[in-house]
């Protein structure tokens, strides 16, 4: 059984061996925030735990299971917002204590590269792993899902792809999360009419920053594009520039929306595809995995599947539904560390928000 709740999705999934998913359900408290533009950690806590019970009751019958079938509980460590984890991590030892059951205290983000299994079967290793969630941009290498099996490459040195995506989302008025409508626009936009800057790019970074990612840059350069246009719309007659476009941000007929997205994605994947192919060819992967929210964005999947097919490498991303929060990452995560024997965690770890990509299992 896999539980998970780093952020704003309650999750329970059961799984059969490391390959099979019997069932999960997501409850997800997202809908809530749309008015504040962003989660609000205490508001996220209290619908954890008004969700954990219906969604575990849920899950078990979706996968037609009793609790005293189950073999071993996965529940995520971190990282992710602290109060959020508490319940998580105090619903799995309550479990886990009541039936004396075996408890891991698995990272939510490694979780995000393990899902594949339960897709498309063993993921063979090494492997390069592209991590795009919300809060992370990083490429890690995969030895193995083991304690001590994953090396960090690198990763961003500010926002994650993820966040660039939502505060362009938001410059342009778009509703929160702002990562898919940007996505959708993008893919209706011109991507060749606005070229931005591409962070750490270059034959000049190719020492110190190889596999590291910058967005921070380019999202300024959008919000100066956009401020640009709205002087310049000021100033000209006729352009449909009204001051009243803060209160409704779709009437904004003197800004190229679908453009800009469709720039500024090219300037966020390019980098992600180029940097995550250069880490396969040189450690030698014949295999690409890819994970998290941002995964699935249109245009990383058109131009990372194009990119494989050229080198001859296997791209395993999970679909649409395995990419955001959910049990199956954290259950599959659980299920390869107790196939492989490692040794469970225990009721003695709590949440650690800031759980680094290495430490697979919480303590190792
Ligand atoms: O992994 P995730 O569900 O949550 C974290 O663990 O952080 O990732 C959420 C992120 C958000 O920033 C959201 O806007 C972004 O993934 N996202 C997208 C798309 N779908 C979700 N960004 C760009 N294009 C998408 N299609
Ligand atoms: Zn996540």
Known sequence: MGIESTCDETGVALVAGTTELLGDVTATSMDQYARYGGIIPEIASRAHLE??????????????????????????????????????????KALAGATG????????????????????????????????????????????????????????????????????????????????????????????????PRGLAGAKYAEAHRYDFSFSGLKTAVARYIESLEDQARQTSGSGYSEDYVTCPEGKPWLPAADICAGFSEAVNEPLVAKTMDAAAAYGCQTVV??????????????????????????????????????????????????REVVPTGLDFGPNSAMGLTEVLAGS
């Open 51 to 92: 969700s954990f019970l219906p969604t575990l009751d849920a899950a078990l019958e979706k996968a037609q299971v009793s609790l005293d079938q189950v073999d071993a509980i996965a529940v995520c460590a971190g990282p992710g917002l602290i109060g959020s984890l508490a319940v998580g991590i105090s619903a799995a």
């Open 101 to 196: 059951l075996p408890l891991y205290g698995v990272n939510h983000v490694i979780g995000h590269l393990a899902v594949d299994q339960l897709v498309d079967g063993t993921i063979p290793l090494p492997a390069v792993g592209l991590i795009v969630s919300g809060g992370h941009t990083n490429l890690v290498l995969i030895r193995s899902f083991a304690p001590g099996g994953i090396e960090e490459l690198g990763g961003t040195l500010d926002d994650a792809a993820g966040e660039a995506f939502d505060k362009v989302g938001r410059l342009l008025g778009l509703p929160y999360p702002g990562g898919p409508y940007v996505d959708k626009l993008s893919q209706v936009g011109n991507r060749a009419a606005i070229r931005f």
């Open 290 to 339: 890819v994970g998290g929210g941002f995964s699935a964005n249109s245009r990383l999947r058109e131009l990372l599947s194009a990119a494989c097919a050229q080198a001859g490498l296997q791209l395993r991303i999970p679909p649409l539904r395995y990419c955001t929060d959910n049990g199956a990452q954290i259950a599959a995560l659980g299920a390869i560390l107790a196939e």
